[in-house]
């Protein structure tokens, strides 16, 4: 389930653990891009990946731009190059049930 509350994104495995779960952002112009965002997790391992997509309703067309890692609370900024115009889309894994991501404060500038 991904869900907003207290104005931030919630990511939550509820009963099944280890499905991706995406949010995407509007298209953004190929160039080089900087994403700020505040993490926190509840417990357990999860994943965060940045994906490039092409076309939201074929996975065929997601395109991984930053490797997954693991999520750690606090800040987490990421440099990140998208070589064609598209949506980037942040993956997150969590790997047990009754766990949560939330992400708060999500930015993305452009890098001059």
Do not use: C
């Not at 952002?25 to 092409?54: C, M, R």
């Not at 309703?57 to 606090?74: D, L, P, Q, R, Y």
């Amino acid at each position: 389930m991904i869900y907003i509350k207290n104005k931030r994104v919630t990511f939550y495995s509820l009963m099944t653990p280890k499905e991706d779960m995406y949010l995407m952002t509007p298209k953004l112009k190929a160039g080089t891009y900087t994403l700020s965002l505040d993490l926190l997790g509840n417990g357990g391992k999860s994943s965060l990946e940045l994906i490039s997509v092409a076309d939201v309703s074929n996975k065929n067309s997601f395109e991984s731009v930053v490797k997954a890692s693991e999520v750690k609370g606090g800040k987490k900024i990421q440099t990140f190059q998208l070589k064609k115009e598209a949506h980037l889309g942040l993956k997150i894994v969590l790997k047990e049930m009754h766990q949560a991501v939330y992400l708060d404060n999500i930015s993305i500038q452009p890098r001059r």
